[in-house]
């Protein structure tokens, strides 16, 4: 492992900034490079700024810092690429085969490319979402998703490509702000509960969707890139899965830490694409070949949130 020396592409946003942390705590700050197009970052290691679009940049700080694996997260997410849909393609799709080609050229061992569940269409069988099932996306980011997994496997079958994914879904984590998912109502209510007193959702009510705590999200990452190659017998994208829950539950979940909560509903554009998604996945394809498994459900992550939220006075 001594040799390991990791690059974190798109390392300022929601699971980026937790990744970083979490390998550096693995493999060491000297063994891991964080990276953005930010001019700079708090990080307490090594920083530099880069676009995943530029692949003579990509390539020229791969080489010279001798990376071994890259985490490549840079993505404009589902609600953001709606509203500018050319970029959302352009990013998400260019950046891929930055890395890939990279991988495929022997500069890089491994890579990581995080999938979601908004490769799933309405089309997809909305309960217990199998692993191999139908997928029609409707959105710009599903259809970048649902295009890189298939590249990701293309990769790996031809030239051999060491590429391994999860398909994320909501991420909720109270070391970043929300970036721009539909799925963010699910970070943005704690603040607002404890800010407050209440929020407004852009959500209906009953609209149940797949979630993860974030420390259940990097473990999933850190984990799927430690098992033998051999071990990995889905090249795609894997599910993997913790809890589901509609605005309602959790609201209720925050109201016994703070009874005097009250939420409200207004459904925007949001609420399309999230109908469009499965309520609930099935991951026993990630449980059965790398030992995947979740330490958080819904009560223990409500209290963590907001404990920590508290503790970090990011609120209030």
């Given at each position: 492992m001594?040799d390991?020396r ?5 390392a300022?946003?929601?699971v ?5 942390e979490n390998?550096a ?7 891991v ?6 001019d ?13 679009m ?10 010279k ?11 404009l ?8 849909p ?8 260019e ?7 990279l ?24 309960i ?6 139908i ?11 649902f ?28 070391k ?6 539909t799925?963010?109502y699910?970070v ?16 209906k009510?009953?609209t149940?969707?797949?979630?993860m705590?974030?420390?259940d999200?990097i ?9 033998p190659?051999?071990e990995?017998?889905?090249?795609s994208s894997?599910n993997i ?12 979940e925050?109201?016994k ?13 949001r609420?399309?694409?999230a ?13 059965k ?8 459900t819904?009560?223990n ?5 907001l ?5 970090r006075?990011?609120?209030g």
């Open positions: 001594s390991t990791i690059l974190v592409i798109g300022c946003g929601q980026g900034t937790e990744l970083v390998l705590l693995r493999f060491g700050n000297d063994a490079i964080a990276s953005d197009i930010r700079e970052a708090s990080f307490d290691l090594a920083y530099i700024k880069l676009d995943v530029d692949r003579e940049a990509v390539k020229n700080a791969i080489v810092h001798k990376i071994t694996e890259v985490y490549n997260l840079a993505a997410l589902s609600a953001t690429a709606e509203k500018n050319e970029f959302g393609w352009k990013l998400n799709m950046g891929l085969f930055s890395i890939l080609d991988a495929k050229e022997g500069v890089i061992k491994k890579v990581f490319w995080p999938s979601s569940i908004a490769v799933f269409g309405p089309t997809t069988p909305r217990d979402t199998p692993q191999f099932t997928i029609e996306p409707t959105t710009v980011y599903g259809i970048s998703k295009a890189g997994e298939r590249w990701c496997e293309y990769y790996h079958k031809r030239w051999g490509v060491d590429v391994r994914s999860v398909r994320y879904p909501g991420l909720i984590g109270y970043s702000l929300p970036g721009g998912g799925t963010d699910a943005d209510i704690f603040h607002q509960a404890l800010k407050e007193g209440s929020y407004e959702c852009f959500l009510e009953n149940a969707l797949p979630m705590y974030m420390s999200a473990k999933a990452t850190i984990d799927i890139m430690q098992v190659a051999e990995i017998k889905i090249r894997y899965s913790a809890m589901s829950f509609d605005p309602a539950q959790i609201a209720n925050i109201k830490h703070i009874p005097e909560f009250s939420i409200s509903y207004n459904p925007d554009f609420q399309a694409i109908d469009n998604w499965p309520a609930s996945i099935n991951d026993n394809e990630a449980r070949d790398w030992n995947w498994s979740n330490a958080f819904l009560e992550m409500v209290t963590d949130m404990e920590n939220l508290k503790e006075n990011l609120v």
